[in-house]
């Protein structure tokens, strides 16, 4: 025996509770060829009801945790997922989730993807919502923790739009939901003054990314895609088809605070897509504007009475400092120097 092993005490109770584990275990195994995520899912969460309920009754510390672990490694050498760490997130699995039924959405995304929303999301709402989501799109794990860190649940679906009005019930609320407010082009260093030019060139480099914010369905057709309306010229800023719904999506980039001529100039550009571009099988055009700024109030005057589906949202970027502002601060090596005639304190 050990020094390690001498100075820990194993309960009585401990080996029927190894035994009735291991048993767990193989049975799980065994039902594992016919739906492996599933069943390896639930048993992670047995596995962390049972660690609960013997804490709770037998007052179980630390050390018969990694003592579970040890054994449960030998018995089961070929499987993964039996170390400390992971018997502790079992735990935390289970009682983030502690009713009788483990939700659905939940038991079908990998271990992986649930260990992050334990990680990285503290309410049962929200980490049903992003389980819900992970299992209708596919997401990958660094998708999922993009979209926590971004807070995706809380801007989806929140943009100002007339889609109610302007579109029929089905494609309304899918339309809604594939708008966000604000939209997280934080990927992007711009400075403050920036044009529009720079922003759609920003985003046409960074298009992957770009796609990602956007959401799944959104097919990228062209930037400044040309229209000849009675013998003008006129150039959309960026143009996409979303799958899902069957239509064209135009967006409209604006760097300043939303004014109520935006609307009529997207009600411009809908209608002309819609005439020139849009299959007779296709769904009518959707609009999108998004603004540095906008008020709620003048963006709801100015879709009212407008027939065409518009949305309003805002966007989010980093901003740099100006090269003159830059030009005007003092360098580290200036600070350090500043620093260092400053006496010590007694």
């Known amino acids: 025996?050990?020094?390690?092993?001498?100075?820990?005490?194993?309960?009585?109770?401990?080996?029927?509770?190894?035994?009735?584990?291991?048993?767990?275990?193989?049975?799980?195994?065994?039902?594992?060829?016919?739906?492996?995520?599933?069943?390896?899912?639930?048993?992670?969460?047995?596995?962390?009801?049972?660690?609960?309920?013997?804490?709770?009754?037998?007052?179980?510390?630390?050390?018969?945790?990694?003592?579970?672990?040890?054994?449960?490694?030998?018995?089961?050498?070929?499987?993964?997922?039996?170390?400390?760490?992971?018997?502790?997130?079992?735990r935390a699995f289970a009682q983030a989730y502690d009713g009788e039924i483990l939700p659905q959405a939940v038991a079908e995304i990998p271990w992986g993807h649930n260990v992050i929303l334990l990680e990285k999301s503290k309410n049962v709402e929200e980490r049903l919502w992003y389980a819900r989501q992970t299992v209708e799109y596919g997401w990958s794990r660094n998708v999922l923790t993009h979209h926590i860190s971004t807070q995706l649940h809380a801007r989806e679906g929140k943009a100002v739009t007339n889609f109610e009005r302007t579109l029929p019930p089905p494609q309304s609320d899918l339309a809604r939901q594939i708008t966000?407010?604000?939209?997280?082009?934080?990927?992007?260093?711009?400075?403050?003054?920036?044009?529009?030019?720079?922003?759609?060139?920003?985003?046409?480099?960074?298009?992957?990314?770009?796609?990602?914010?956007?959401?799944?369905?959104?097919?990228?057709?062209?930037?400044?895609?040309?229209?000849?309306?009675?013998?003008?010229?006129?150039?959309?800023?960026?143009?996409?088809?979303?799958?899902?719904?069957?239509?064209?999506?135009?967006?409209?980039?604006?760097?300043?605070?939303?004014?109520?001529?935006?609307?009529?100039?997207?009600?411009?550009?809908l209608a002309a897509v819609d005439d020139l571009l849009r299959h007779p099988d296709d769904a009518p055009s959707i609009g999108l504007i998004l603004c540095k700024e906008k008020k709620q109030i003048v963006v709801e005057y100015s879709l009212r009475n407008t027939a065409t589906p518009i949305g309003v949202a805002g966007y989010r970027i980093t901003e740099t400092l100006p090269d003159t502002l830059k030009a005007s601060l003092p360098t580290i090596e200036e600070i350090e120097q500043e620093l260092s005639g400053i006496p010590d304190h007694e």
């Open 1 to 90: 025996m050990s020094m390690d092993d001498a100075h820990l005490i194993i309960p009585p109770e401990y080996a029927p509770f190894l035994e009735d584990l291991k048993e767990r275990i193989r049975t799980a195994q065994l039902r594992a060829a016919v739906s492996v995520n599933r069943e390896l899912v639930l048993l992670y969460w047995s596995i962390g009801k049972r660690i609960l309920a013997a804490q709770e009754t037998q007052g179980w510390g630390a050390n018969v945790i990694d003592r579970l672990s040890t054994d449960l490694r030998s018995e089961f050498s070929k499987m993964a997922g039996f170390s400390s760490r992971n018997l502790w997130r079992m």
């Open 180 to 269: 966000k407010d604000p939209y997280n082009f934080e990927f992007l260093t711009l400075q403050k003054d920036a044009e529009e030019r720079a922003l759609e060139k920003g985003l046409i480099t960074h298009i992957q990314r770009f796609l990602l914010e956007l959401g799944t369905g959104f097919a990228f057709v062209g930037s400044q895609y040309p229209l000849e309306v009675g013998g003008e010229d006129f150039f959309i800023d960026l143009l996409f088809y979303h799958l899902k719904l069957r239509c064209y999506v135009v967006i409209e980039l604006k760097t300043g605070k939303f004014k109520p001529e935006y609307a009529g100039k997207m009600n411009f550009y």
